[in-house]
């Protein structure tokens, strides 16, 4: 029998190198099609969280961001999309393959007086346009915009809500606008507390020349609001009418019942309703 060299392509038990690169493309190829999703397959595949330094997380100082008719993605480069990793991002992505960063670190929902004060903080934004803001009955009630106009910019980081009432549950949702849609916070929800009829310090305070007091009122009443200087006194009638509930300011610029500046010193606010009087000092410093 001839001794003939077999080719080493038909050695069975061994890979040549083509075979090796064969099988690394379709291993490959595996891998993107099962990790990497389509764009039409993206649209909500992520979970409503925001990516922070080191990975995916819902940590107390990140708020979700969700997405209104887009779906939420990442990017390390100009070419590819997915899940950043080893630093903080959250984006939104159309179905066309543009995406936006848009980063969200801080919102929070505050009482101030008898109105909601909404913050937040921004790291950084690609092509911000503004923020909306939205406000509910509940954590998963209909939100509702409240405010009259985008607020523009990446420099917007303060809302107050004054149209509250006390006793009443509020839920409020961030919505943060970029060139590719609007792109909504995970729910901040703040309780208001029973209010009652209060004469607050006046501001400033030492004043020169103008002050303004303020005061709140739980139903409509009859007020006299009336300064006294440190004898005693009657300088001043600034209120005697009857008002409606809520908060009211007025503005006291010094001077007595004749039109007069007053002299340098302590003076006294007294507020009086149908049921209740209060009152608080002011200091004039010229």
């Known amino acids: 029998?001839?001794?003939?060299?077999?080719?080493?392509?038909?050695?069975?038990?061994f890979a040549t190198k083509g075979d090796t690169l064969l099988l690394k493309t379709v291993l490959w190829s595996l891998f993107l099609l099962v990790l990497v999703p389509s764009a039409s397959r993206a649209q909500n595949q992520i979970s409503s969280h925001v990516l922070a330094s080191g990975g995916l997380t819902s940590g107390p100082a990140i708020r979700t961001l969700a997405v209104i008719g887009e779906s939420i993605a990442g990017?390390?480069?100009?070419?590819?999309?997915?899940?950043?990793?080893?630093?903080?991002?959250?984006f939104g992505s159309s179905l066309s393959g543009s995406?936006?960063?848009?980063?969200?670190?801080?919102?929070?929902?505050?009482?101030?007086?008898?109105?909601?004060?909404?913050?937040?903080?921004?790291?950084?934004?690609?092509?911000l346009v503004g923020f909306n803001v939205y406000r509910a009955s509940s954590p998963d009630g209909t939100y509702v915009q409240i405010n009259e106009s985008i607020l523009e910019g990446s420099q917007a980081r303060h809302f107050v809500d004054q149209e509250?009432?006390?006793?009443?549950?509020?839920?409020?949702?961030?919505?943060?606008?970029?060139?590719?849609?609007?792109?909504?916070?995970?729910?901040?929800?703040?309780?208001?507390?029973?209010?009652?009829?209060?004469?607050?310090?006046?501001?400033?305070n030492p004043f020169n020349p103008t002050t303004n007091i303020s005061f709140?009122?739980?139903?409509?009443?009859?007020?006299?609001?009336?300064?006294?200087?440190?004898?005693?006194?009657?300088?001043?009638t600034l209120?005697?009418?009857?008002?409606?509930?809520?908060?009211?300011?007025?503005?006291?610029d010094g001077t007595n019942s004749r039109g007069q500046s007053v002299s340098s010193g302590i003076y006294f606010v007294r507020f009086v309703t149908d049921d209740r009087t209060f009152s608080s000092k002011?200091?004039?410093l010229k």
């Open 99 to 127: 995406s936006t960063a848009v980063f969200l670190s801080f919102f929070d929902a505050t009482l101030d007086d008898h109105q909601v004060s909404l913050s937040w903080e921004v790291l950084s934004a690609d092509a």
């Open 164 to 204: 509250v009432e006390p006793q009443r549950e509020y839920s409020y949702k961030l919505g943060a606008v970029d060139r590719d849609g609007e792109f909504l916070s995970e729910p901040r929800t703040i309780t208001t507390p029973r209010w009652v009829t209060e004469l607050r310090q006046n501001f400033p």
């Open 1 to 13: 029998m001839d001794n003939h060299l077999v080719p080493e392509h038909h050695v069975t038990g």
């Open 75 to 90: 990017r390390s480069n100009g070419s590819s999309q997915g899940i950043c990793s080893g630093f903080g991002c959250a």
């Open 239 to 252: 209120l005697r009418e009857k008002m409606t509930s809520g908060d009211h300011t007025l503005q006291w």
């Open 282 to 284: 002011l200091t004039l």
């Open 216 to 236: 709140y009122l739980t139903s409509p009443t009859e007020v006299s609001l009336r300064i006294y200087d440190n004898r005693g006194q009657l300088v001043t």
